[in-house]
Structure formats: C-alpha cells, structure tokens
C-alpha cells in the first residue's frame, strides 16, 4: 500500500486539501505563538497582555498566509491568460 494513498485518506490530510490557506494559518499560527511562549516566558507579562500578544501573533500568522496566496492568484490569472489567447504561429 501507498503511504501518501494512507496519508491522503485521514480526514484531517483531506481537510487540510480542502482548506489550505485555513490549514496554513493555523499551522504557521501554532509555530509562531510556541516560539512566543517559549521566548517571551520569563518576561513577566500580565495575563491580558499574553492574550493580546497572541491574539496579534494570530493576526500577524494569517496576514503572512494572505499576502503569500496573492502570488498564487497571479498564477492563476497568468495561467487563465495564457488559455484565453490563441497559440501563435
């Protein structure tokens, strides 16, 4: 048996295909706020401020999956144009 047929069967994989940029953010989320945790932990901050930090982690890890999908779309537009236009002789 394949593995990548394996891997491709679990619900979260056919999730995470369904829904890349959701499966990004939250993935690229997950490693930016442990890095924050792990760095930040003797900083003595409050507990309002570790919620808003994070909270701005969050944003800053979905902002980073949102512009990079922009060269996607070009791509995509590129493509499209590259199928509109007659081949040239």
């Known amino acids: 048996m394949n593995v990548l047929n394996v891997l491709t069967n679990l ?6 295909m369904h829904h890349p940029r959701l499966a990004a953010w939250i ?3 997950l490693g930016m706020v442990i890095l924050l945790v792990i760095e930040a ?9 570790w919620l808003a930090i994070i909270a ?3 944003l800053v ?3 980073c999956v949102w512009i990079i999908s922009w060269e996607d779309q070009d791509e995509d537009q590129d493509e499209a144009e590259a199928e509109a236009q ?3 002789s």
């Open 11 to 16: 619900p979260l994989v056919r999730w995470m």
């Open 27 to 29: 993935v690229l989320s």
């Open 41 to 49: 932990r003797d900083v003595g901050l409050l507990p309002t401020q």
């Open 56 to 58: 701005a982690t969050v």
């Open 61 to 63: 890890a979905g902002a």
């Open 86 to 88: 007659p081949p040239k």
